[in-house]
C-alpha cells in the first residue's frame, strides 16, 4: 500500500491500542446535536461543528441572527421557538443549551442587569417544558459563573480592572479577614463609579437565583446535566461563595451527581458534545495523562482557581470519560517547564507518535496574549508532528486548551470505534488540527500584536473595541497577513500528506476557499475556515 512517512495505517493504531475483537463491535454515534452556544464567535459555533463533523454528527444551531453579536444581546425568545419547531429538539439525539443565551441573550448579556430576575427565571422553566418535548434526547444545560471583570469594552475599560480586584478583596475580607482590607475596599469603591459596581453585582446575584432554580430542575431529573464553567477568575475572588452557593442548592434538592463545575467556560459546549457522543453511543472512554511539569500541573493557571491537574479531571467527567493510567489514549499537557523537563516532555511526545499510539497535546503554557509555547509550537511547523496528533490546542486559558483537545480526541477514538471511514475522520480530525494551530499560534503569536500595533496607530481607537470604519481596515490587515502565514504552514505541515481512502490513496494537495474575518469588533480573536483539496495517488 503506498504511504509516505506520515501516514498513518489503520492496522498500527489497532495493534498500539491493544483493540480485542469483541471490542470492535460497531458503537453508534448520534446523528444530530442540536447545540445552543453562548454567542456567535467561531468558538461557540464553528468549533463544535468542526469536531462532530470527525464522527459524522450533525450540530445544529440557531440561526445567527438570533444569536445577536458582541454586545448586542442574542433572541432568547426566537430561539426557544426555534428548539420548539421543525428542525429542533423532536429530531435530535442530544441537545446542549447555554442558559446564558437562553436567559439572557448571550455570554456577554450575562453579565449586564439589563434583564431581570423573573424574566430570566419564565425563560428558564420554558426551556424545561421544550425538554419535555424531547424526551429522546439527552439534554445538558451549562451556564457561565459570571467573571470578575466586566466585559472589555472602551466605556468600561477606565474602571473593569478595579471591579475585578473589588471582587478578589471582598471575598477576601470574608474568607481571610486582615485589618487593612475594608481600607482598600473603600479606596477602590471611591474610584469605581457606584452604578457600574451596582450592575455588576445584580447581574451576579441575578445567575445565583436562576442558578439555583435549575437546580430545583435538575432535582426534578429534567436535565441529565447542568455544568457550570467558571468565567475568567483566579483563585480568590466572589465567585467562590457563589459557587458554595450553587453546590447548596444542589445537594438540598438531591441533585449532586448531575451537576458539574469546570474552570472556563467557552469550551464546555465542546466537551458537552464529546458527552453526548459517549453517552449515546454507551462508551465511556478512560485517559491517561502526562505532564511537562507535574508540579506546576499542581498550581492554578492564570485565570483560573483550581489546579491545572484538577482542571482537567474536571474536563474529564464532564466528558463523560474518566482518568485511566494504563489507557493507550493519552492526554499530554505542557505547562511552564524547565529545558530539561521539556527536552523529555518532547521525546516522550514524539516516541509516541513515530509508535502510533494515539496521543493529543494541549498547551497551556500560555503568556499574557494566550500565546503556546515556542518550544512546542515551532516544532509543529518544522516537522511531522502536527498530522500524527489526534488533539491540539493552546489558547486564551488552560482550560480553553484542555477542553478543546479532549474533545478531539474523545469524538476521533469513538469514529474510529463506530467504524466511521478512517479517509473521513482522518481527513477532518486533520482539518480541525490545522485549524487550531493557525487559529491558536500564528494569528495569537503573530498577526494580532501587529493588528494591535495597527490599532494603536489609529486616531480615537480603543483595542477592546473598533469603530466600524476601524473594524474594516484592521480585517483587511489580518486577513492579508494571516492568509500569507497559512499558507506557508500548510506547505510545510499538511501538503503532501497521505490517507488511505476507499479508492485507494489520496494525498492533501491544495487549501481552498480560506477564509479570515473578525467576529467582533476587535483584534483579540479571529474567525477561520478553508477546505482541503485531495488528488488521488497514482
Given amino acids: 500500500m503506498p504511504m509516505n512517512k506520515r501516514f498513518f495505517l489503520g492496522c498500527v493504531a489497532l495493534l498500539a491500542l491493544g483493540i480485542s475483537p469483541r471490542a470492535q463491535m460497531p458503537i453508534t454515534l448520534p446523528k444530530k446535536v442540536v447545540l445552543v452556544p453562548l454567542d456567535d464567535r467561531p468558538v461557540s459555533t464553528q468549533l463544535p461543528q468542526m469536531l462532530g463533523n470527525i464522527g459524522g454528527v450533525e450540530v445544529a444551531i440557531p440561526p445567527r441572527e438570533l444569536l445577536g453579536r458582541f454586545d448586542r444581546p442574542g433572541s432568547p425568545e426566537g430561539i426557544m421557538d426555534w428548539l420548539s419547531g421543525p428542525g429542533g429538539v423532536r429530531d435530535s439525539d442530544a441537545v446542549i443549551v447555554s442558559l446564558d443565551m437562553v436567559t439572557c441573550g448571550g455570554l456577554i448579556a450575562s453579565r449586564s442587569s439589563s434583564t431581570y430576575y423573573e424574566l430570566a427565571k419564565r425563560r428558564l422553566f420554558r426551556l424545561w417544558q421544550i425538554r419535555q418535548e424531547a424526551p429522546q434526547a439527552r439534554f445538558y444545560v451549562f451556564s457561565s459563573i459570571v467573571r470578575l471583570a466586566p466585559t472589555a469594552t472602551k466605556e468600561a475599560a477606565p474602571y473593569r480592572m478595579l471591579i475585578q480586584k473589588w471582587m478578589e478583596l471582598k471575598e477576601e475580607a470574608k474568607r481571610v479577614p486582615k485589618a487593612d482590607t475594608k481600607q482598600r475596599l473603600a479606596s477602590l469603591e471611591e474610584r469605581i463609579p457606584s452604578w457600574e459596581l451596582e450592575r455588576s453585582l445584580a447581574a451576579r446575584r441575578r445567575m445565583v437565583r436562576v442558578s439555583g432554580d435549575l437546580m430545583q430542575i435538575m432535582g426534578l431529573k429534567g436535565f441529565d446535566l447542568a455544568a457550570f464553567g467558571q468565567d475568567d477568575a483566579s483563585p480568590m475572588g466572589i465567585h467562590l461563595s457563589e459557587i458554595d452557593e450553587i453546590r447548596a442548592s444542589a445537594k438540598a434538592f438531591g ?98 507518535l513515530r509508535s502510533g499510539q494515539p496521543t493529543a497535546l494541549a498547551d497551556v503554557n500560555l503568556g499574557k496574549a494566550g500565546t503556546g509555547d515556542p518550544r512546542l509550537a515551532e516544532g509543529l511547523m518544522t516537522s511531522d508532528v502536527l498530522p500524527r496528533l489526534q488533539g491540539y490546542a493552546g489558547w486564551n486559558t488552560a482550560a480553553n486548551t484542555m477542553g478543546t483537545v479532549l474533545p478531539m480526541l474523545q469524538i476521533h477514538e469513538l469514529a474510529r470505534r463506530a467504524g466511521v471511514p478512517l479517509f473521513i475522520r482522518e481527513a477532518r480530525l486533520k482539518r480541525v488540527l490545522f485549524h487550531r494551530f493557525v487559529s491558536d499560534w500564528l494569528y495569537h503569536r503573530y498577526t494580532r500584536p501587529l493588528a494591535y500595533q495597527l490599532i494603536d496607530q489609529l486616531p480615537n481607537s480603543a483595542r477592546e473595541e473598533l469603530s466600524p470604519d476601524q473594524w474594516l481596515q484592521v480585517t483587511k490587515f489580518v486577513q492579508e497577513d494571516l492568509a500569507r502565514r497559512t499558507q506557508e504552514a500548510f506547505s510545510k505541515t499538511l501538503e503532501g500528506e497521505i490517507f488511505d481512502s476507499a479508492s485507494g490513496p489520496a494525498r492533501v494537495d491544495s487549501l481552498q476557499d480560506l477564509r479570515i474575518s473578525l467576529p467582533w469588533p476587535r483584534a483579540y480573536e479571529v474567525e477561520v475556515d478553508f477546505e482541503l483539496g485531495f488528488s488521488e495517488v497514482k
Fill in 255 to 352: 441533585a449532586d451527581e448531575r451537576v458539574a463545575f469546570l474552570q472556563g467556560i467557552d469550551q464546555v459546549a465542546s466537551v458537552l458534545l464529546a458527552r453526548a457522543c459517549s453517552e449515546v453511543s454507551g462508551t465511556r472512554l478512560g485517559y491517561s495523562t502526562s505532564y511537562s511539569s507535574l508540579s506546576a500541573a499542581r498550581q492554578p493557571a492564570p485565570y483560573e482557581a483550581v489546579p491545572i491537574e484538577a482542571s482537567l479531571r474536571q474536563q474529564i467527567r464532564a466528558a463523560g470519560a474518566r482518568l485511566d493510567p494504563s489507557s493507550p489514549l493519552r492526554l499530554m499537557v505542557n505547562t511552564s517547564a524547565t529545558e530539561s523537563e521539556m527536552s523529555g516532555f518532547r521525546a516522550q511526545l514524539m516516541s509516541r
